[in-house]
C-alpha cells in the first residue's frame, strides 16, 4: 500500500531554510495533490500548499513568500523549502496525499509526519 | 480566506453517548467539507468527505451532514477509541482551512 514518510532536519536556527522531504512508496506521484501541512505543539492544523505532478503549485498567501513545493518524478518524492525560519515556525510538519474530485480536496494519506523546532 | 469555526472547542462524554459536533463557514461551501480525527502524537484521519460520506473503513457510528455554511459531525454510541480531536476542512478552495479543533474528553 501507498505510504508517505517525511525526513528532514529535527532542528533549525532562526534565520535558516527549512528543507523536508516527503517520499512516496508503493505507489507513483504522478498523480494527486502532494500537499504539507503543519501543527504547532498544542494548536490546530495549517495546510502550507501542495504540488500537482504536473509542476502546478499552490500556497497559503502567509506563507507564499517564504515557501516552495517541488516534486521530483524520478524520486519519487515532493519537498519543502520554507525560508526566513522563526520560532513561530516550530510546528510538526506532515506531508498528505490530496484527492482532488467533484466534492473538492481531501486527504486521505498522511505521513507520520515530523517536528520540526526553530531554536538557536 | 475562508474561515472555519468549530464549537464546542471542548467536549466531555461518556461512552455510549451520542455527539454532535458543529463546524461554521465563513461563506457557502456547498457540501466541501470534510472531518478528519487526530489522536495525539498520530496524523490526522480522514472520516467524512463531501459533508456527508464515510470515507472507506470508518465505522458507520460517524455520520456528517449540512451544507452551505452550517455543518454536523454525529457520533451514535461513543467507543473507547472514539476520544480524540476533531477537524472540520473546508475543501472549497484554496487556501485550504480548517477548523480550530474540538477535544472529545471522557467524562
Known amino acids: 500500500q501507498v505510504q508517505l514518510q517525511e525526513s528532514g532536519p529535527g532542528l533549525v536556527k532562526p534565520s535558516e531554510t527549512l528543507s523536508l522531504n516527503c517520499t512516496v512508496s508503493g505507489g507513483s506521484i504522478s498523480s494527486y495533490f502532494w500537499t504539507w501541512i503543519r501543527q504547532p505543539p498544542g494548536e490546530g492544523l495549517e495546510w502550507i500548499g501542495h504540488?500537482?505532478?504536473?509542476?502546478?503549485?499552490d500556497y497559503t498567501p502567509s506563507l507564499e513568500r517564504r515557501v516552495t513545493i517541488s516534486a521530483d518524478m524520478s524520486k519519487n518524492e515532493f519537498s519543502l523549502n520554507l525560508n526566513s525560519m522563526t520560532a513561530a515556525d516550530t510546528a510538526v510538519y506532515y506531508c498528505?496525499?490530496?484527492?482532488?474530485?467533484?466534492?473538492?480536496?481531501?486527504?486521505?494519506?498522511w505521513g507520520r509526519g515530523t517536528l520540526v523546532t526553530v531554536s538557536s | 480566506d475562508i474561515q472555519m469555526t468549530q464549537s464546542p472547542s471542548s467536549l466531555s462524554a461518556s461512552v455510549g453517548d451520542r455527539v454532535t459536533i458543529t463546524c461554521r463557514a465563513s461563506?457557502?461551501?456547498?457540501?466541501?467539507l470534510n472531518w478528519y480525527q487526530q489522536k495525539p502524537g498520530k496524523a490526522p484521519k480522514l472520516l467524512i468527505y463531501?459533508?456527508?460520506s464515510l470515507q472507506s473503513g470508518v465505522p458507520s457510528r460517524f455520520s456528517g451532514s449540512g451544507s452551505g455554511t452550517d455543518f454536523t459531525l454525529a457520533i451514535s454510541s461513543l467507543q473507547p477509541e472514539d476520544f480524540a480531536t476533531y477537524y472540520c476542512?473546508?475543501?472549497?478552495?484554496?487556501?485550504?482551512?480548517f477548523g480550530q479543533g474540538t477535544r472529545l474528553e471522557i467524562k
Open positions: 476542512q473546508q475543501s472549497y478552495s484554496t487556501p485550504i482551512t
Open positions: 463531501g459533508a456527508s
Open positions: 498528505a496525499r490530496g484527492f482532488h474530485g467533484m466534492r473538492g480536496w481531501s486527504y486521505d494519506l
Open positions: 504540488v500537482y505532478y504536473t509542476g502546478r503549485t
Open positions: 461563506q457557502s461551501i456547498s457540501t466541501f
